[in-house]
Structure formats: C-alpha cells, structure tokens
C-alpha cells in the first residue's frame, strides 16, 4: 500500500504592521495551531505473527505413542511404549510434561514399579476421575492425580487396542485388528470398537474388516468419529453401533490420530503425508502442518488451540500450531532437554464433557490410537 506524507512548513509570522517578529536562533517559529497529518483512512495493522512449533527432544521419551492433555493441571500426559507395540515386557510408561515443554516427571506412572502392570501404552482419556490406558488387550486404570492403579478392563478377543476417548460417563476404544507377524504386522480381523461403562461392562458397538483398521476417535457433540489407518474414511458411529456413516474422504491415507477443536473441527495426523490435516467433519480437510515424521496419536491443548504431536519413530514430541496451507514444522524451536522454547505446549483431547482428575477439553474426552513404526500402523 502506498502511503501519502504530508510536509507542513512552518508557517512564518510576518506582520505587515504593527506586529513583531519572533525568531529563535535567527529561525522562524513555526505556526502552533498546524494539525498534525491524519494516519490514511485504510492503513491496515500488521498481521500476527504465527507462533513456531516446539520440539522436545533428547529427554529420555521412549516410543512415544499418544499425548494426552489434562485441562484440570494444565499438563501434557504422553504414554510411551518403550519397545514393541505388542510385548509384554511390563516397561512402558506415563510422561508428564509441562505446557512449556519440559519433563515434570518421566515415569509418573511407570510398569517397572512394584503393583503396576503397563506393557504398550497407548491411546489415554480421563473419565470421572480415572485415566484410561489401551494397553494391547487391556484397558489399564490409574487414578488421575495420583497415578494409583485402580484396576483393568479385559478385552476378549482384542488384539491391538489403540485409541481411546470418553463421553458422558462412557469409554470408547478402537482394536485396530493387528498382530505381530514374520514381517512386522499382519491384519488379526478383530477391528471393532468398544464401549466401556462405568461399571467397565463392555459392549462391542462395531466390528468388521470394513472398518479398515480402527484407530482415532474424537467426540463432536454426542457424536463419535473414528479414523482408519487402513483408508481414508472419516466415520460417525451411532454410539448405540446402530450405524456407522462414512462422512468424508480424507486428502491421505495410514491415518492415525483424531482430535476435536473447541470450534468443532477435526484434526488428523497422517503418516502417508507426514501431516496434520483439519476440517468441519463433512469435509473438506486441508493439510495445516507438514513435515512431522512418524505423526502418531495426537493431542490438543484446548488452551492453546495447538496440536501435541507424539513422533513415534524419533521418541520426540512437538507442540504445534495449525496454520492454513500447513507450515512446515521443521522450523520448530527445540525444547531439548525438557526446557521448551518460548512456545507453550499442551496437548490433549478436546471434545467431551466426561472428564475427571484430568480431563477432556471443550467438549470431549479425547485419547490416543497406537500406530506402528515406519510407515507403519
């Protein structure tokens, strides 16, 4: 835009007769009642600028599977497989980190101590005080501020339970039908999802090769969407597993987590394009992150309407804000160390109301799918 300026001269006081001169320092005075120049009436201000990503690295992070945020503490939970997504080695842990990016406590709930069970942690939700962990073919049960055990969930037949969310005093869980092969993973033809009551009685409301792979689950309202590592659909489920309608074409594939903005968008990371990707859930989605390898389960941090981007591959973590186009992320400021860059960070489910010690943010109770390495589910 092109500016106009103005130049007032000064304005001498000459009198023709009768009046005096003022001069100072042989200069004329200029005139005092001159208005100062007005600013141009379409002068724009100066756009915001878009906070950079923060990376968390080299904090000890092992196999980061799903990143959970707490809205209660304001503080990030990140479950950490710390080996195979499928061994029962009793070593996977609970991270919390704070919004600023640093380890407030690596194994705040941890299977190597004495009385805890926690083998391949993954997706997480909060619900009436009790944290929710898929865990290969257990739902585990922690206290949510505590981090006490507070029992398990058997899942007969399950033999990859990935995501979780809660709403409404109920928790839903994704089976993303995978077992370990010669080759990595093989299909085991259990993908379904689960409901989970209050009095952990479970019902499966879905189920079927159809489903291609279960994985994210986000809740809009009282509706419940789900994702497919193995499409590219993005699905709502009648809770009651009445019907499952396919609601919108995703632009990627190897789909894996799914959260909810507090404006009711959803937010997808892809491992096919390394991205984020948001939109209403009609559609249509567009890419607003790139460059975020091995994109496993997300969170979202409804204070700061960012994304919690667990990096599966590099037992990294990023904070990262969605911009229209997707900005690449490999401009982040590192937050080595635990000691994040001016960034804040978050990152948790927003959507339900469902949430205890911990919970869902905006209206949802929101957890993570575990999806495999390289390329991988």
């Known amino acids: 835009m092109t500016k ?147 029992g398990e969930v058997k899942v007969k037949g399950a033999t990859f339970l990935n995501d979780v969310v809660a709403h409404g005093g109920v928790v839903y869980v994704s089976d993303s039908g995978l077992k370990a092969g010669e080759e990595g993973f093989e299909p085991s033809g259990t993908d379904a999802v689960y409901a989970i009551d209050s009095k952990d009685k479970i019902t499966k409301i879905l189920s079927g090769d159809e489903l291609g792979r279960p ?46 903005t507090r404006d009711g968008r959803l937010v997808v990371s892809s491992w096919e394009c390394q991205c984020l990707v948001a939109g209403p859930p009609s559609g249509p989605f567009e890419v607003v992150a790139r460059d975020l390898k091995s994109p496993a389960d997300i969170g979202w941090d409804s204070k700061r309407e960012r994304a919690i981007v667990p990096h599966f591959e590099e037992s990294a973590l990023s904070f990262v804000p969605l911009v229209p186009g997707g900005a690449a992320a490999d401009g982040a400021a590192p937050a080595g160390g635990g000691e994040a860059g001016e960034d804040k960070a978050g990152g948790g489910e927003a959507a339900g109301e469902d949430e205890g010690g911990g919970g869902e943010a905006a209206g949802e109770d929101k957890a993570a799918p575990g999806d495999a390495p390289a390329g991988g589910e």
Not at 23 to 47: N, R, V
Not at 237 to 256: S, T, W
């Open 4 to 150: 106009t300026l103005t130049t007032w001269m000064a304005l001498a006081a000459l009198a023709a007769g009768g009046c005096k001169k003022q001069k100072e320092d042989g200069g004329e005075q200029a005139a005092k009642d001159t208005p100062p120049p007005a600013a141009p009436a379409d002068a724009a201000p100066a756009a915001p600028e878009t906070p950079k990503p923060v990376r968390i690295e080299g904090v000890e992070l092992a196999t980061p599977e799903s990143a959970y945020y707490d809205d209660d503490f304001d503080q990030v939970l990140v479950s950490n497989i710390n080996g195979t997504p499928f061994e029962a080695d009793d070593n996977g842990f609970i991270s919390k980190v704070t919004p600023d990016g640093k380890i407030a406590e690596l194994k705040w709930i941890d299977g190597a101590a004495e009385k805890v069970t926690l083998n391949a942690p993954k997706g997480m939700a909060i619900s009436s005080g009790t944290l929710y962990v898929a865990d290969v073919n257990v739902v585990r049960k922690f206290d949510a501020v505590t981090g006490a055990p507070k």
């Open 215 to 260: 994985n994210g689950l986000a809740v809009v309202g009282d509706e419940l969407y789900m994702v497919g590592f193995g499409n590219k659909e993005l699905s709502r489920i009648d809770p009651a597993g009445k019907k499952r309608e396919v609601v919108a074409e995703l632009p990627h594939g190897a789909n894996d987590g799914l959260v909810a």
